[in-house]
């Protein structure tokens, strides 16, 4: 099991860059894969980032070339840098782990991109 904690998040102006942080009660080291998602308000939470084990990433198109996620093993948390943020990306951001088959969520960050 892992307990995920996200941080970050927070107001801010469109072009504007945040950075989340989501950290892990136990070492990621071994974590076949760790990712983003967000839900914003009457939508389905949907798929940002992801970066595997091994270190490959992946993102939704919709934020490709504008956020990075990256992982420290050593902290045992898994970061998303966000860039040139826009009026839609406001949300809550969760951070989720694919541990064994099993997922885990954290309980979220709000981010809200001002006009």
């Known amino acids: 099991q892992v307990h995920l904690v996200e941080s970050g998040g927070g107001l801010v102006q469109a072009g504007g860059s945040l950075r989340l942080s989501c950290a892990a009660s136990r070492s990621i080291f071994s974590i076949n894969a760790m990712g983003w998602y967000r839900q914003a308000p009457e939508k389905q939470r949907e798929f940002v980032a992801l970066i595997a084990k091994g270190g490959s990433t992946n993102y939704a198109d919709s934020v490709k070339g504008r956020f990075t996620i990256s992982r420290d093993n050593a902290k045992n948390t898994v970061y998303l840098q966000m860039n040139s943020l826009e009026p839609e990306d406001t949300a809550v951001y969760y951070c989720?782990?694919?541990?064994?088959?099993?997922?885990?969520w954290g309980q979220g960050t709000q981010v809200t991109v001002s006009s």
């Open positions: 989720n782990a694919l541990d064994v088959g099993t997922k885990y």
